[in-house]
């Protein structure tokens, strides 16, 4: 399949042979615009190069039911303490071009985090502020705090073409769903309720309050991992990220 790039304005859509590694093709999205994204035929792939060299940009309507987008988002979702976050930085380790969104959070640093790297921490006034301007590209209250992605750095990072990655809850990652259908969804479980539990608590980072709202909250997520392309159960690490990597087409 070739590497379609779309152009506006010179009447033609140019393509090259190469696809991406990462060239994603689960799903089709009426609505995805023409700018920055590719046009693929999956089993039409010797006649596609051809087809988009000859294609008027007036003409692009009638086939837009084909285009995907080039860069692949993927989510991570999970009940808190599960492993998200030890799973991701070990991949990032490994898989340095994939972009990691810093969220914006209402909650108050944990020991060690850095603003802007672990998060970016605002007041709750700041954090409505983003909301009301539409700066999120999905938000969320958790455990009593407001969570969110800021918009912009995510599109920038795909119009550039890497692919971008979001550690998010549920409610964020059903959002991301209806903004971007052919993201890839993947739900990370614990192998036991009672190790999630073990695990939230051998963290030491949260008051008891919070590992009980946590706790409720998790028993809802687990509820939910049918909704999702994917479900890897962290039992392991080494196998849980093998598994990511496998389904994020990186091994
Ligand atoms: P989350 O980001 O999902 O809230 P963390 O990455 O903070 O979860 O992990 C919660 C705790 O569980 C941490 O202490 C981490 O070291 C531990 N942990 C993560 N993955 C595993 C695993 N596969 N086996 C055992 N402990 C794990
Ligand atoms: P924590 O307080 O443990 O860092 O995160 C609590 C929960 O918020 C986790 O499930 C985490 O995935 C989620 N989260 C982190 N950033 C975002 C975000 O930008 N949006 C949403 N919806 N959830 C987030």
New binding site residues.
């Given amino acids: 399949v070739g590497q379609g790039q779309g152009q506006r304005g010179d009447g033609a859509v140019k393509a090259t042979a190469a696809a991406p590694p990462n060239l994603h093709l689960r799903r089709l999205n009426p609505k995805l615009e023409l700018e920055g994204y590719g046009v693929a035929m999956p089993g039409l792939a010797g006649g596609l190069e051809l087809m988009l060299q000859t294609l008027a940009v007036s003409d692009y309507r009638s086939i837009r039911n084909l285009v995907v987008p080039l860069t692949p988002l993927t989510v991570i979702t ?10 991701v930085k070990r991949l990032l380790e490994r898989q340095p071009e994939i972009w990691l969104s810093v969220s914006a959070t209402t909650r108050a640093p944990r020991e060690g985090e850095v603003d802007g790297q672990s998060y970016f921490f605002h007041s709750r006034e700041a954090f409505d502020a983003l909301v009301a301007t539409g700066g999120l590209l999905e938000w969320a209250e958790f455990a009593g705090n407001g969570y969110g992605t800021p918009r912009a750095p995510v599109e920038e990072q795909l119009a550039s073409g890497r692919p971008v990655l979001l550690e998010i809850e549920l409610e964020g990652a059903r959002q991301v769903r209806r903004s971007f259908p052919t993201g890839f969804q993947i739900f ?1 479980a614990p192998p036991s309720f009672s190790e999630l539990e073990r ?2 608590r ?2 030491g980072t949260d008051a008891e309050d919070a590992i009980r709202r946590r706790l409720a909250r998790a028993e809802q997520e687990l509820k939910a991992q049918g909704e999702f392309d994917a479900v890897v159960i ?4 080494d196998t ?1 990220l093998f598994e990511l990597e496998r389904l994020m087409e990186l091994c």
């Avoid at 962290?234 to 690490?237: E, M, S």
């Fill in positions: 999970g009940p808190s303490g599960v492993g998200k976050g030890t799973l990370l695990r939230i051998g963290r962290n039992d392991t690490l849980a």
